[in-house]
């Protein structure tokens, strides 16, 4: 067996894991393969963290089964090792993946090619152990090398520089989130309708929590977005809080309102003598927006819900969608009555793949008027949105747009 390489303190656990567990296993090589899948190497757009995680998880259930391990290195990269199971049972997983990926180049790279960069290697370890081990030791060395440059970036950094939030700045900030005064933080930003040919028209406004507002007022040193965890959990934290806000600073609102809720908030008793209050003021429709990732990992707990709220007035729609994995949620059985989609150039990509192709497909089938375009930054995303038959839009552009009807009236 190869001498050790020495595990830097602090190495990146994901690294750390691998070459450990590469180390212990020259006892054990028999019937075990491994697969080295670079997602590092896809475009940008492609190496997203929803994308990195969707990814890691296809191999969740063959893991279980197969006393395998799944390692999510740094760089975003994932090695699967499982015993006893065939080349083609874990290939069906990473078709799956070349698919997800489909309009990448790296995933039209044969992994027998003698192309430098490839989608995946594969190791049959009791023929290929010393190539795998080999491999885990320069992942450790190149993990260590973006620890050293990362330090050497935050030594570089000018003074000015935001700290990233950390549970010990969140410790210090919770207590101020749980009391101070919400209504100054409280934003809203219009839905409209934007058919083809007709001038923009305002048909709801999205009511959120400004964590911008927050951290100027609070914490105006601190990147509250530099950990999406913690910046999820400040989320959960204002959620019971705006949802007891909303009969006082919606129940004069015309329009139609949405608000990000979590499954378990709806299902809070808080919801219902909430919900009570709001309908004393006004018997509009309200539309709770559930995050697909939440919908997925509790379908009947959503299917519950939803209907649920349909009969307290309330609609539902599935947020968080993008071009990557719209095709890939089953909303035949969701069956949300508003899908957000979110805008990215990948969208409006016009070269052919497979994904392309069930994307356009997935939206094409879409109830009409159930499809919101959000984070609409410009022109390009409506121009899209329209050719696809979307008529509802949310963002910058939409704001443009209204404030130059506004002026011009």
């Given at each position: 067996m190869q001498s050790r390489v020495a595990k830097?303190?602090?190495l990146p656990s994901g690294e750390a894991l691998l070459l450990d567990y590469a180390e212990r296993l020259a006892k054990y090589l028999p019937g075990r393969r491994a697969v080295h899948i670079?997602?590092?190497?896809?475009?940008?757009?492609?190496?997203?963290?929803?994308?990195?995680?969707?990814a890691s998880s296809?191999?969740?259930?063959?893991?279980?089964?197969?006393?395998?391990?799944?390692?999510?290195?740094g760089n975003g990269d994932i090695v699967v090792v499982v015993k006893d199971v065939t080349v083609s049972e874990i290939d069906d997983i990473v078709l799956r993946l070349r698919f997800m990926f489909g309009d990448d180049p790296l995933v039209h790279v044969p992994d027998d090619s003698n192309e430098?960069?490839?989608?995946?290697?594969?190791?049959?370890?009791?023929?290929?152990?010393?190539?795998?081990?080999?491999?885990?030791?320069?992942?450790?060395?190149?993990?260590?090398?973006?620890?050293?440059?990362?330090?050497?970036?935050?030594?570089?950094?000018?003074?000015?520089?935001?700290?990233?939030?950390?549970?010990?700045?969140?410790?210090?900030?919770?207590?101020?989130?749980?009391?101070a005064d919400l209504k100054p933080l409280l934003r809203r930003r219009v839905l409209a309708e934007l058919p083809t040919g007709s001038a923009v028209k305002p048909v709801a406004t999205e009511l959120m929590v400004s964590l911008e507002a927050l951290a100027q007022r609070a914490a105006p040193d601190v990147d509250l977005r530099a950990n999406r965890h913690l910046l999820g959990y400040l989320h959960g934290m204002f959620?019971?809080?705006?949802?007891?806000?909303v009969p006082e600073v919606d129940g004069n609102v015309p329009l139609s309102t949405w608000i990000s809720f979590s499954l378990r908030t709806l299902m809070l008793p808080d919801f219902v003598a909430v919900d009570d209050k709001l309908r004393v003021a006004t018997r509009k429709p309200m539309?709770?927006?559930?995050?697909?990732?939440?919908?997925?990992?509790?379908?009947?707990?959503?299917?519950?819900?939803?209907?649920?709220?349909?009969?307290?007035?309330?609609?539902?729609?599935?947020?968080?969608?993008?071009?990557?994995?719209?095709?890939?949620?089953?909303?035949?059985?969701?069956e949300p009555d508003f899908l957000k989609l979110e805008w990215d150039a990948s969208a409006a990509d016009p070269t052919p793949s497979r994904r392309r192709a069930a994307f356009l497909d997935a939206l094409d089938r879409a109830p009409p008027g159930s499809v919101v375009l959000c984070d609409c930054t410009g022109p390009e995303a409506i121009a899209f949105g329209r050719s696809v038959r979307?008529?509802?839009?949310?963002?910058?552009?939409?704001?443009?747009?209204?404030?130059?009807?506004?002026?011009?009236?």
């Open positions: 830097p303190e602090g670079h997602l590092s190497q896809l475009q940008p757009v492609n190496r997203r963290e929803h994308h990195l995680r969707m296809a191999f969740d259930a063959l893991v279980r089964r197969a006393q395998g391990q799944n390692f999510r290195l430098k960069i490839k989608f995946c290697d594969w190791y049959d370890l009791e023929l290929q152990y010393p190539a795998f081990l080999a491999k885990a030791q320069s992942l450790s060395r190149a993990a260590q090398a973006r620890k050293e440059a990362e330090r050497n970036a935050v030594v570089a950094a000018p003074v000015q520089a935001k700290t990233p939030l950390d549970p010990l700045r969140l410790s210090k900030l919770e207590p101020v989130a749980a009391t959620e019971r809080r705006l949802l007891a806000t539309v709770a927006q559930i995050h697909w990732e939440d919908a997925l990992r509790d379908v009947s707990g959503f299917l519950f819900v939803r209907d649920f709220l349909r009969v307290r007035n309330w609609q539902v729609a599935l947020a968080g969608l993008s071009a990557a994995n719209y095709a890939m949620v089953d909303h035949g059985t969701l979307i008529t509802l839009f949310q963002g910058r552009a939409v704001d443009a747009l209204l404030q130059s009807k506004a002026t011009a009236a």
